[in-house]
């Protein structure tokens, strides 16, 4: 894996020791960003269930002001650090090792929000869209937030989900991405049903 553009470009980045996590190929990395970006001018990204960080640090390399890196696993937060090390980036970033659902009320205490948020939860996990719902209820969504969630092909979230309208969705081999927009950006159409 390596950072594929911006500030960062080319440099490598670590998988996460064992088999625990699945990291996003370079390829599927790509095609998010050319969906959602492919630049950004600031902002704040979240990517729960960070396992390596590289969608958050793809983002960061891309032009995002800062991110907020949390995962449960110690192997993963030990690989985040180093990668954002590699990156350069340590600086725009805070990493912290907690349960997703425990992260979100933590981040709601703390009155941050976000534009931008990456969810990657475990496959056999399919509750993206409670947490979606759960961060719009605690404030951490700004408004035209964008959100990514990755979750195997053989499942699919709903196009709407209270609050959220999807923007696109592409299924790439075992994974899928649905890209959904928070608020009053919600009218907005990026095309619906790529396919690779």
């Given amino acids: 894996m390596r950072v594929v553009s911006g500030t960062a470009k080319g440099r490598p980045l670590k998988s996460v020791p064992g ?42 390399s891309r032009g995002v002001d800062s991110a907020v890196f949390i995962d449960m696993e110690p192997k993963a937060i030990d690989t985040v650090r180093e990668n954002l090390k590699a990156a350069r980036l340590e600086a725009k970033a805070e990493v912290y090792r907690n349960d997703a659902n425990k992260a979100l009320a933590a981040l ?19 509750f993206g869209d409670e947490l979606m719902s759960a961060m719009a209820a605690k404030g ?23 609050g959220f309208r999807r923007l696109r969705y592409a299924l790439y081999g075992e994974t899928a991405v649905s890209i959904y927009c928070y608020g009053s950006g919600s009218e907005t159409d990026m095309g619906e049903g790529a396919q690779e």
């Fill in 108 to 126: 709601e205490r703390r009155g941050r929000s976000f534009d931008l948020v990456f969810l990657d939860p475990p496959y056999r996990h399919k």
């Fill in 19 to 60: 088999t625990g996590t699945r990291p996003t190929t370079d390829k599927v990395k790509e095609a998010i960003f050319s969906m959602i970006g492919p630049y950004f001018d600031g902002g704040s990204a979240l990517d729960l269930f960070a396992g390596s960080g590289g969608l958050g640090i793809e983002a960061l």
């Fill in 140 to 162: 951490l969504l700004r408004q035209e937030a964008v959100i990514v969630l990755e979750h195997e092909s053989g499942y699919e979230y709903p196009e709407h989900i209270s």
